[in-house]
């Protein structure tokens, strides 16, 4: 498996994960709550690259991030999630995640409160998110 494929497979968890902290299992549009939604898929059949959705009432494409807390996050869903798991503060995120100072600032500032970010703290605490080996691979357990 070439590196660009393990890099979108973890990416693919991790924002199965954000799907999940947000939609509990029924996805549904940001713009018209409409539960009538599917994946987009790439050619190959799996997910599209940018893990989009489309809404069969609006007819409107839309991510896990839009209307949320994330919609203008641009962090990986891999990164975010790591960074929820194991830092503390932004400092901390910066140093152990590779991202800017400022992108780290500006995800404690997003992750402190909203409802998503609590459902996420506290799937980790269940256990429900494990870290698994050195790459800080994370699956719904
Ligand atoms: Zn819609």
């Given at each position: 498996m070439n590196s660009d494929i393990a890099e979108m497979n973890l990416e693919q968890g991790a924002t199965e994960i954000l799907e999940f902290a947000r939609w509990n299992g029924k996805p549904e549009c940001?713009?018209?709550?409409?539960?009538?939604v599917r994946q987009v898929k790439s050619?190959?059949?799996?997910?599209?690259k940018r893990f989009l959705w489309r809404c069969h009432s609006c007819k409107k494409q839309f991510t896990v991030?839009?209307?949320?807390?994330?919609?203008?996050?641009?962090?990986?869903a891999l990164k975010l999630i790591n960074a929820i798991i194991e830092c503390k503060n932004a400092f901390q995120a910066y140093k152990l995640l590779g991202i800017s100072y400022m992108s780290a600032l500006f995800l404690f500032d997003r992750i402190r409160e909203p409802r998503m970010m609590i459902t996420l703290k506290a799937m980790c605490k269940q256990g429900m998110i494990k870290k698994a080996g050195h790459r800080s691979f994370i699956n719904i357990a």
């Amino acid at each position: 498996m070439n590196s660009d494929i393990a890099e979108m497979n973890l990416e693919q968890g991790a924002t199965e994960i954000l799907e999940f902290a947000r939609w509990n299992g029924k996805p549904e549009c940001p713009r018209c709550e409409s539960e009538s939604v599917r994946q987009v898929k790439s050619k190959s059949g799996g997910r599209n690259k940018r893990f989009l959705w489309r809404c069969h009432s609006c007819k409107k494409q839309f991510t896990v991030r839009i209307g949320s807390e994330l919609e203008n996050c641009k962090i990986s869903a891999l990164k975010l999630i790591n960074a929820i798991i194991e830092c503390k503060n932004a400092f901390q995120a910066y140093k152990l995640l590779g991202i800017s100072y400022m992108s780290a600032l500006f995800l404690f500032d997003r992750i402190r409160e909203p409802r998503m970010m609590i459902t996420l703290k506290a799937m980790c605490k269940q256990g429900m998110i494990k870290k698994a080996g050195h790459r800080s691979f994370i699956n719904i357990a």
